[in-house]
């Protein structure tokens, strides 16, 4: 009888996402699989061409960019032309991949775009109204909890997305997230306002919202960078600003003019190296200042009671 060592597939399972198996020996295994370092081969080449696989093909090129990372760069790892082929039916002629859920292309977030995806576009009202009428009718229901269990966000996400070209889905989706955040803001305050001892989770007072409109919320709304604000919210923080004496932040060196002003008035319960550095080097101040300006961009600033560049 002839004995065929299967060894490696238990080594090291099949990876349905990378299509990739373990180690082996041989150009081709007995069941058809190769190595990736045997890609570029005229064996390999030869049967995928056969099997009709467009080599050349932006499909063909991402999924094997995938496996190569997948397999960090290991060339002894093992793959198939099926795997290939089934791989290869996730990305469009475009080589972008394709959500399996919604079967849209355009929606993978990746190192390149995280952050240039972060930009807020035109989308249609139709889409705005249906993710202000969803919002309102689980923030009444849920008494203002954010429940990931039973929200239909996703679908309104998904409505949005198909109304979008491919290119504009993503910046789509970060723009929604902002109007999402609004709506939800504004509902928040209003209950508050008819009832100031109400807290999330706590019955919503009849009628709180009765006065709440999208059209109500987006004529109240501004832009700040990328991302948008209430006018109310900004004047505010404008007039605290004004009235604590702290210098225009219009401008970062307004901003790194407040920051060592406040170095004569507060001592930080920093470690004595950085609380010297702090002192005397105007590049430590400079870091801060920027790492603090970008945090505030993004929206990811969380103040601490003890932080220096809270205080600045």
Not at 91 to 101: I, L, N
Not at 233 to 261: H, L, M, P, W
């Amino acid at each position: 009888m002839k004995i065929t060592d299967y060894a490696f597939l238990f080594q090291n399972p099949y990876n349905k996402k990378t299509g990739l198996f373990g180690s082996g020996s041989g150009v081709f295994t007995s069941i058809g699989s190769f190595q990736l370092s045997n890609l570029n081969s005229s064996a390999v080449q030869s049967r995928l061409k056969a099997a009709g696989v467009d080599t050349n093909s932006k499909q063909y090129k991402a999924v094997i960019k995938e496996m190569m990372k997948g397999a960090n760069g290991n060339g002894a790892m093992y793959t198939n032309i099926q795997a290939i082929k089934n791989l290869m039916k996730n990305y469009d002629k475009d080589g972008d991949w394709v959500d399996p859920t919604t079967g849209l292309a355009g929606l993978l977030v990746t190192d390149e775009n995280a952050e240039s995806r972060k930009q807020l576009i035109s989308i249609p009202e139709s889409s705005r109204q249906e993710m202000f009428e969803l919002t309102k009718k689980e923030f009444i229901r849920e008494n203002g909890v954010a429940n990931g269990d039973t929200t239909k966000r996703s679908d309104v996400y998904t409505h949005l997305y198909r109304k979008m070209e491919k290119n504009d889905r993503l910046k789509a989706g970060y723009t929604m997230e902002q109007y999402e955040r609004a709506y939800s803001r504004a509902m928040y305050e209003a209950v508050r306002a008819a009832d100031p001892n109400w807290k999330i989770g706590m019955p919503i007072p009849k009628g709180a919202l009765d006065g709440i409109t999208r059209e109500s919320v987006e004529q109240n709304l501004v832009q700040s960078g990328n991302t948008l604000v209430s006018k109310t919210s900004s004047s505010v923080a404008s007039a605290s600003a004004q009235s604590s004496g702290v210098y225009s932040r219009n401008s970062i060196t307004g901003v790194e003019d407040a920051f060592k002003e406040s170095l004569k008035n507060y001592n930080p319960s920093f470690s004595q190296k950085e609380e010297k550095a702090v002192e005397y080097s105007d590049s430590v101040i400079a870091d801060k200042m920027k790492r603090l300006e970008q945090q505030l961009r993004d929206g990811t600033f969380k103040a601490g009671n003890d932080d220096l560049d809270m205080k600045a």
